[in-house]
């Protein structure tokens, strides 16, 4: 089991920034994957970021020059960097943790972040 503590979301203006970060309760020998997701309200949970323990990322299109996902891997921890924020970024932000060797797929409670216009 790995448990995820997510922290940072809030509310902000448009143009603002916010710092979301997600702790896991361990790690793994194997390389794994930590990313935030998001839900609006009435939409799907997309992927905004990942980042594998090795470096490697993945970011969508429509955050990319304005969010930047880092983690620490000696703390299980990963962070994102949210700038340049506007109104439909506004949802919950889910951390996410896999595994894929071990069959891991967690989940954190989510977070809200809501930017005002």
């Known amino acids: 089991q790995v448990q995820l503590v997510e922290s940072g979301g809030g509310l902000v203006q448009a143009g603002g920034s916010l710092r979301l970060s997600c702790a896991a309760s361990?790690?793994?020998?194997?390389?794994?994957?930590m990313g935030w997701y998001r839900q609006a309200p009435g939409k799907q949970r997309d992927l905004v970021a990942s980042?594998?323990?090795?470096?490697?990322?993945n970011v969508a299109d429509s955050v990319k020059g304005r969010f930047t996902i880092s983690r620490e891997n000696a703390k299980n921890t990963v962070y994102l960097q949210m700038n340049s924020l506007k109104p439909e970024d506004t949802a919950v932000y889910y951390c996410?943790?896999?595994?894929?060797?071990?069959?891991?797929?967690?989940w954190g409670k989510g977070t809200l972040v809501t930017v005002s216009s």
């Open positions: 996410n943790f896999q595994q894929a060797y071990y069959g891991m797929n967690y």
């Open positions: 361990r790690g793994t020998a194997r390389d794994n994957t």
């Open positions: 980042m594998t323990s090795g470096g490697s990322t």
